[in-house]
């Protein structure tokens, strides 16, 4: 069939075989589960392959509502599984929401931005469209799933794409960097870095700016609020939860330090990756991987067995194959007549970015252990399920671009 997407179909197979693969190294019987899930995903995407591409569009605001109610459901309903309350439980099967409230948020947002009123640069549809991330994103906030959370600022970049300012990713950077260097050195050597920056910045933008009170107002409020935030910063820190607390500390402090606690994990995902030497110890042949020594392997922690069994080779494989198809869908949703398939790529190319680059950092110590799976490859029918719907609808809508002729 004209128009099918064969190579980023393909890439989206050997990812879920390969990833089959190893969990099956971890733990037979839900290798053997992750099989079904899989088996199961692939009818759902044929299915939604058939389906009219209009009918995504037509029907985002519900899937939005449901998405939304889904999550706000977990208060009374939901099922606390290590220590979050972000799962249904029915029976033997478990379903946790927020993956498929990301589907429908991107839906939504297509739907909005798509739409022939919309423009970035009035203010009522730019609130609206943070909006429609923001509704979701507090509800996660509140539950809390901090690793979902972060996943929704990958929406930030479909709007950037539709011609958002560039200065918000500058400002989510600045107070990340602020943040982190907070907490490794005293808040008024922070404050002093600030000062001396806005002095560089008026110092080499004097003529390029009208400065007059507005301006200088402005920059001075900005420094100020900074300021504030570095003093605040490590009092936060030590309202957290001491897991979360411990988290963030092992960045700076080692995991050595928590080897008993929150650093568990990663000391020995970054033993079991750094085992692996240049072509791995052979599959099922790991010695981290077959004595369990990572708790949930098969699931947030699933890299470091590729990187024991099958060494810098296949780590280095992995991390290309992941890069080619985010690639590919970034590549076929610029060339996307509709705005509608455009934004809607972007965000599913976007959130499996999100994804891939705080798992991968998670697993080698370079981002605080958080809750958030390697699309495609770790353990889990929700998640699985999930991914392999947007990634069906996405190339539904690429088949239906392509056979347009509008």
């Known amino acids: 069939m004209e128009g099918i997407d064969k190579f980023g179909i393909t890439m989206y197979i050997l990812l879920c075989g390969f990833a089959i693969a190893n969990i099956y190294s971890v733990d037979e019987a839900l290798g053997t589960k992750q099989f079904i899930f899989f088996c199961i995903s692939f009818v759902v995407g044929i299915v939604i392959f058939f389906t009219r591409s209009k009918f995504f569009e037509n029907m985002a605001g519900i899937f939005y509502i449901a998405g939304v109610l889904l999550l706000i459901g977990l208060f009374p309903f939901g099922k606390e599984i290590l220590g979050q309350k972000n799962w249904y439980k029915f029976g033997s099967f478990t379903m946790q929401p927020v993956e498929f409230a990301?589907?429908?948020?991107?839906?939504?947002?297509?739907?909005?931005?798509?739409?022939?009123?919309?423009?970035?640069?009035?203010?009522?549809?730019?609130?609206?469209?943070?909006?429609i991330i923001g509704v979701p994103a507090v509800v996660v906030l509140m539950i809390p799933d901090v690793g979902s959370l972060l996943v929704f600022f990958a929406f930030a970049i479909a709007l950037y794409r539709e011609g958002l300012s560039g200065w918000l990713f500058i400002f989510i950077f600045v107070f990340a960097a602020v943040f982190l260097v907070?907490?490794?050195?005293?808040?008024?050597?922070?404050?002093?870095?600030?000062?001396?920056?806005?002095?560089?910045?008026?110092?080499f933008n004097y003529s390029r700016i009208h400065w007059n009170v507005i301006s200088v107002a402005a920059?001075?409020?900005?420094?100020?609020?900074?300021?504030?935030?570095?003093?605040?910063?490590?009092?936060?820190?030590?309202?957290?939860?001491?897991?979360?607390?411990?988290?963030?500390?092992?960045?700076?402090?080692?995991?050595?330090a928590f080897r008993d606690t929150s650093g568990y994990n990663?000391?020995?995902?970054?033993?079991?990756?750094?085992?692996?030497?240049?072509?791995?110890?052979?599959?099922?042949e790991g010695s981290v991987t077959r004595g369990k020594f990572v708790p949930e392997q098969e699931?947030?922690?699933?890299?470091?067995?590729?990187?024991?069994?099958?060494?810098?080779?296949?780590?280095?494989?992995?991390?290309?194959?992941?890069?080619?198809?985010?690639g590919r869908?970034?590549?076929?949703?610029?060339?996307?007549?509709?705005?509608?398939?455009?934004?809607?790529?972007?965000?599913?190319?976007s959130i499996l970015l999100m994804h891939f680059g705080i798992n991968i950092g998670m697993v080698m110590g370079l981002f605080p252990t958080v809750g958030i799976p390697l699309p495609y490859f770790s353990y889990g029918g929700s998640s699985l399920l999930a991914f392999s719907i947007m990634t069906a609808i996405f190339f539904k809508l690429n088949y239906t671009d392509k056979n347009s002729l509008v």
Request: proline fraction near 2%.
């Open 219 to 256: 920059l001075v409020g900005i420094v100020a609020f900074l300021s504030a935030f570095a003093m605040v910063t490590p009092k936060v820190l030590e309202k957290l939860p001491r897991h979360q607390k411990e988290r963030i500390e092992v960045l700076y402090k080692g995991e050595k």
């Open 182 to 203: 907070a907490l490794a050195i005293n808040p008024l050597y922070v404050i002093g870095g600030i000062i001396a920056l806005a002095f560089l910045f008026v110092l």
């Open 266 to 284: 990663l000391l020995y995902s970054k033993t079991a990756i750094g085992s692996g030497g240049l072509k791995g110890k052979g599959y099922r």
């Open 102 to 131: 990301k589907i429908s948020t991107a839906l939504m947002l297509a739907n909005y931005v798509s739409g022939a009123d919309f423009n970035l640069n009035n203010r009522n549809s730019l609130i609206s469209a943070l909006a």
């Open 299 to 326: 699931t947030d922690y699933i890299f470091c067995t590729v990187g024991e069994e099958w060494g810098f080779v296949g780590s280095t494989a992995l991390i290309l194959l992941y890069t080619l198809f985010i």
């Open 329 to 349: 869908i970034y590549y076929l949703s610029e060339r996307q007549k509709s705005t509608f398939n455009r934004v809607f790529g972007y965000s599913f190319a």
